[in-house]
């Protein structure tokens, strides 16, 4: 989610310098090829990030950006389809700014440059994306063991239903899905997201990017600024099972009646780093909570977490992992993906897959597979390396 | 939950002058009388307010103090029971505070005054407390509707079981009640609670107290800084149902790229009324859908919400009633009480009561309803007048 941050591209993009509305000098064929042939391109504008996914062959390549600056993604957009050694048939667009700039979609791709934009539903992408990284990437998703930390990449595997999908972005969505082709239903969300992290923490510490803000956290003790059990009892609450450990109120002990005689004065008591773990361990717990118990309530018992919010970050894979362990006795799983931030860009992408194959009286997912190489996909994103530095359990699984 | 408040009592207290380990003059005649003439005192030791339940003859009184401040608690103490008019047999305590500062009240009260000290359990006094207010004392509890925003007072009602009880002081206990007599489980909580709201807030704004952090938030407009549906979508997300005007991101607008080149800067941009209003929304939302989804879990409608967190905020009780009712689609009802703070301290004090009336063989309530002026409760706590200050639809009901 840091607007900063561009991923290492294995084949090197020139850097757009002119916005969208200024003539590029075009490269562009257009001429029609095979299906087999086309590179596709997938498109997830969120509230925050706009998610980029597309094809060079059998490469595949991931990109973030600000939505806040859609001109520098329409101008990266256009220098890409311009590329005279590429050949889009479509623009598919999911995610609310797919419906928001709607029209500046259309004026780029459509009427300049002769490209059919789809706009796409943003939680059936989503589920076409999970269900697609479930079934046909190996050791793209993977569960953390709480205690040992130790994360297990899984195969693939045909897709269970039903089960939750947590979409964690600037907002939460939580769904349950049933099936495939739109058996979903959106059953509760949060609006205690990534947005919620990002604005309080670029309020309260001196962080310019959410990279920055998890490093930060990692620095962090909350127990110096939340209200432990102990803090209050002295000791555990034996009779309703609390431990003197358990967090009671979040920043809970921030608040000092002498020390806040001036608010300048109280806020430089309180450690940057502390509030930044703090606040992560607060949300975190809330969405595995909240997931939890909607799980429970439509009897599933495997939840998927995707989304920027967590980045594939250890310590929101830790804590999500701990709440559902916690909450379930153990009996629901949280799985996460290396991926987590472009389920919903991937499945737009695969929508036109999925149709043109089946034009072609093959599956999706054999059509991708054979096309894409998807072991490609682990040097294009930082956060991939990130959980690869975790201790990898998968041999003793 | 502000520690500079102090009721308007009936009867003008002392200023505490001095801290309770100095010698005071004490008038304590110590002459047992009968229970039925003697004065009751309860103490609920929260992690941030420390509340005080105390009778005068036929008056009751209600008190806050800030818990960190314990020997403002003490003195105050002591000098109430040092009144030679007054003969309190016990000092009952509960709360976590009870268990934590259980040496020095036993040294004030047992040793230096020889007069006992009595722990009761906080959840088991939440209960008690609740139960005498459904109970025992008219047009305590109310419900809103969220719509018109009106309020109606209920009379005292037998009790029906169960019911949930959410507690909301520094963090948050879900209770399910069974029965009367310690028949309930905590079947959840939150971290996210008053300490929350509180120890953010004065991080972000200038209040200095819980009071003046409620009172800037009504100036405060949370479409500022929360990210909206339509400030995503551009419009409403029809097929899953979710309005423009629903909150996406609580804090979502916050961060701007262009505005973060200092964090100075950021934080100037942002209206602290906002940021006050978008945190008591997030927090009462998040706190309204966990309690819908304890009690759909556990088969239960009637919700009763507590703790100084609410302080009979119109704000919070329209935010926790239009959750309840949103989440459940009207199938249930969310309550609440004049004196929310008070339950645990009402509920300690009762436990004494309630054993002393049981050698008496009387109820209870008969006696605590034959010996107090409930009405009395109405001029010592200002949250009353607030709440009486809304539309009472009563008449309508």
Same mark, same amino acid.
């Given at each position: ?94 995610g609310g700014g797919s419906q928001k700039f709607n029209k500046s979609l259309s004026k780029l791709f459509t ?151 001036? *608010?300048? +004065? ?7 780093? /502390?509030?930044?773990? =703090? !606040?992560?361990?607060?949300? %975190? &717990? ?87 190489? *998807?072991? +490609? ?7 991939? /390396?990130?959980?690869? =530095? !975790?201790?990898?359990?998968? %041999? &003793?699984?």
């Amino acid at each position: 989610m840091d607007p900063h941050h561009r991923s290492n591209l294995k084949i090197a993009l020139n850097e757009p310098d002119k916005p969208f509305s200024t003539v590029v000098p075009c490269n562009r064929t257009a001429q029609p090829r095979s299906n087999y042939d086309r590179d596709y391109i997938g498109l997830d504008i969120g509230g925050t990030l706009t998610k980029v996914v597309y094809t060079m062959g059998s490469a595949v390549f991931l990109e973030k950006f600000a939505t806040e600056s859609i001109e520098e993604v329409l101008s990266f957009l256009e220098q890409l389809i311009c590329r005279k050694e590429l050949n889009f048939a479509h623009v598919v667009t999911t995610g609310g700014g797919s419906q928001k700039f709607n029209k500046s979609l259309s004026k780029l791709f459509t009427e300049k440059h002769g490209i059919p934009v789809l706009k796409k539903d943003e939680m059936e992408s989503l589920i076409l994306g999970l269900d697609f990284f479930i079934r046909d990437v190996d050791k793209e998703v993977f569960v953390m063991d709480h205690v040992t930390e130790k994360i297990r990449f899984l195969d693939k595997v045909s897709v269970k239903y039903p089960y939750m999908l947590v979409n964690i972005g600037s907002g939460v969505s939580i769904l349950r899905v049933d099936g495939p082709g739109g058996q979903y239903k959106r059953v509760g969300g949060s609006s205690l997201g990534g947005g919620t992290l990002w604005g309080l923490l670029s309020l309260i510490t001196n962080c310019g990017s959410y990279e920055s803000m998890l490093q930060l956290s990692e620095q962090g003790d909350n127990r110096n600024v939340d209200m432990l059990v102990g803090d209050i009892y002295g000791t555990d609450y034996n009779s309703i099972g609390l431990k003197s450990s358990t967090i009671a109120s979040s920043f809970g002990k921030v608040f000092k009646k002498e020390k806040n005689d001036t *608010l300048r +004065n109280n806020r430089d008591q309180v450690d940057q780093a /502390d509030i930044a773990k =703090s !606040l992560i361990y607060a949300i %975190s &717990n809330n969405i595995g909570q909240i997931s939890y118990l909607h799980a429970n309530i439509n009897n599933v018992t495997n939840i998927y977490f995707g989304g920027s919010y967590i980045s594939a970050h250890k310590f929101i894979i830790k804590t999500l992992s701990y709440a559902i362990n916690f909450w379930s006795k153990g009996d629901m799983k949280a799985h996460f993906l290396k991926h987590d931030g472009y389920i919903g860009a991937i499945g737009s992408f695969l929508t036109t897959a999925e149709h043109e194959s089946a034009s072609d009286n093959r599956s999706d997912a054999d059509t991708i597979s054979q096309k894409l190489d *998807l072991t +490609n996909l682990s040097e294009t994103k930082p956060e991939f /390396d990130y959980v690869e =530095s !975790l201790s990898d359990d998968s %041999s &003793n699984a």
